[in-house]
């Protein structure tokens, strides 16, 4: 077995100065080596390393990011749909995922990481990613080590693109396709830009005051949630919600999706390192233990409230506890991520079988009570869990309830952000485009009538 070693510029002038001088007497060598010292130390302040390993793993990763997309999400929640509905949210999904990608590197990418030292957006500087090459280099969490620029920018725009995409989950099989994809940019620009700005640039406003969100709590899924819940409440119900027959059309679909979602979140959460070292096995192993917990207890609480544990229910458990986790995969420990995946499924469970009848209003496939809700859950439980005494990383000096504080204004800022923007976003879009379709269209399906096809034929 051939064993590699990662050299830095200290450890390579170390070797080089051994190789050269051991023959010298005693004073010359004392001599040499600090000599060699100084010159060691002001390599390391300017020569970046960059390991092909972590830059081979962040390239798997970021396509693992884009799985959870296509087809991960988008066959979850084409199950979840009826059948007249499932090709509109394939291709809404397709198109979000497409035009973000566009967006994220004409302004996107300055929007968020531009080099501004605003606390709410990155500048313009790298607008049409003005400036960067391919030897352009962007720092990881560890100092003096890079992945290529081109490789942070195009790990960030999976995400850009999956954001807007879970959005739609809530207003399916009723909205326009063009006022998806308007809304979409919108939102991406007002909303989502701005707030991974505040959140992991940084110069960010949460990023300085310390907010912890490993891998998108706040950014993606709170973000979104709230996105959710504003556009059923301004969009309306379904028609025939609560007498017509909704049920999803195809459960193995949605199976499989969440399956992909799942080996796809990996990417999601490891690949939130930027290496590959220990770090990013904390973070795997979180994903894998937090989210089998969450399936499990929701799997439980429906057999005790049912008397049967159903493939719905276990799906959603599976995501609520992908969601949970995201923000806190890389400070928490195995044991808390365990109490964090069971905590999430009885809150998220309350949310979508009673808060969702009492309130009334319609999110088609859950994205609030899953998505914002286990986002809220999780961002604020990782000032908790990543304490030392509950097997988290922060030391005997962590200061939790100060933390939680920073955790939850995190969560209110972005709760109010996406509230206002989705709001005005939304009403735009209506009063230029019209954001829904006319019931005779929905009767119908969105496959026939905006795309012209048919996912299934008798």
Known sequence: MKLETKLGPRTLAGALAASLFAGLPAWAQDATAEATEAVAEAAAEVVPVMDKGDVSWMMIATVLVLFMTLPGLALFYGGLVRAKNMLSILMQTTTVACVMMIVWVIYGYSFAFGGSTSPWWGGTAKLFLSGVTADSMAATFSAGYVIPEYLFIVFQMTFAAITPALIIGAFAERVKFKAVIAFSVLWGTFSYFPIAHMVWDANGYLFVKGAIDFAGGTVVHINAGIAALVGCLVIGKRVGFGKDNMAPHSMVMTMIGASMLWVGWFGFNVGSNLEANGGATLAMINTFIATAAA?????????????????????????????????????????????????????????????????????????????????????????????????????????????????IEGVLITIVWSGVVSFIAYKLVDMTIGLRVDSDTERQGLDLVSHGEQAYHS
Do not use: N
């Open 295 to 407: 399936t499990l207890t929701w799997a439980a609480i429906e057999g005790m409230a049912r008397g049967k544990a159903s493939m719905l229910g276990a799906a959603s458990g599976m995501v609520a506890g992908l969601v949970a986790v995201t923000p806190a995969c890389g400070t928490i420990g195995p044991m808390g991520a365990i109490l964090l995946g069971v905590i999430v499924s009885f809150v998220c469970y309350f949310f979508v079988t009673t808060v969702k009848q009492k309130m009334g209003y319609d999110d088609s496939l859950d994205v609030f009570g899953v998505h914002g809700i286990g986002g809220i859950v999780g961002a604020v439980l990782t000032g908790v869990f990543s304490a030392a005494a509950f097997g988290g990383v922060k030391g005997d000096d962590y200061a939790m309830m100060a933390q939680l504080w920073i955790q």
